[in-house]
T-cell receptor
């Protein structure tokens, strides 16, 4: 079952703009992970944030986590056409256990 | 990071037949997971496979339909039995260990049932 909602469901932006995706979840978590999926292929792991962390950066990615609101956001700065993909958040109740996925955001970046 | 491969990458099958999907991890892992992604949807967990014990299935998935093997710490198979068009999906395996929080996914098996 899905853990929660992601919004927006779809996002269209121009190259160079920033893209922000939000994720909400329902239960307590150990970690939250963001993945990218291109055209129905396998999932590429982007970033993991633990429940005791509030913000993490990786290159052009910035993830925040607010456990009091049970929500997370993924910011992609200076978007490129190659960032066009579906983005999913997934939560883990414990380290190493199965993930529960959100519904995903489809990002389209046009040049 | 773990590198995970799956075979086959895609297949087209006739209804009523079965397909076995293989998942190979390049290192020993405690748990392996199987997910289904129906067209245009997110991922749903089918089952968790621990080596040496029966797989644990999520609500809505049963062993008769999705038998799983886990013969060692680097390999697992998922069989989709008596297929119908509703089974057309991408099937993905992933791995996790108690210490490793990051989960890595295989490239997926795209199944079309006619």
């Amino acid at each position: 079952s899905q853990q929660g909602e992601e919004d927006p469901q779809a996002l269209s932006i121009q190259e160079g703009e920033n893209a922000t995706m939000n994720c909400s979840y329902k239960t307590s978590i150990n970690n939250l992970q963001w993945y990218r999926q291109n055209s129905g292929r396998g999932l590429v792991h982007l970033i993991l944030i633990r429940s005791n962390e509030r913000e993490k950066h990786s290159g052009r990615l910035r993830v925040t986590l607010d456990t009091s609101k049970k929500s997370s956001s993924l910011l992609i700065t200076a978007s490129r056409a190659a960032d066009t993909a579906s983005y999913f958040c997934a939560t883990g109740r414990q380290a190493g256990t199965a993930l529960i996925f959100g519904k995903g955001t489809t990002l389209s970046v046009s040049s | 990071s773990a590198v995970i491969s799956q075979k086959p990458s895609r297949d087209i099958c006739q209804r009523g037949t079965s397909l076995t999907i293989q998942c190979q991890v390049d290192s020993q892992v405690t748990m392996m997971f199987w997910y289904r992604q129906q067209p245009g949807q997110s991922l749903t967990l089918i089952a968790t496979a621990n080596q040496g014990s029966e797989a644990t299935y999520e609500s809505g998935f049963v062993i008769d339909k999705f038998p799983i093997s886990r013969p060692n710490l680097t390999f697992s198979t998922l069989t989709v039995s008596n297929m119908s068009p509703e089974d057309s999906s991408i099937y993905l395996c992933s791995s996790g260990t108690g210490a490793l929080e990051t989960q890595y996914f295989g490239p997926g098996t795209r199944l079309l049932v006619l």
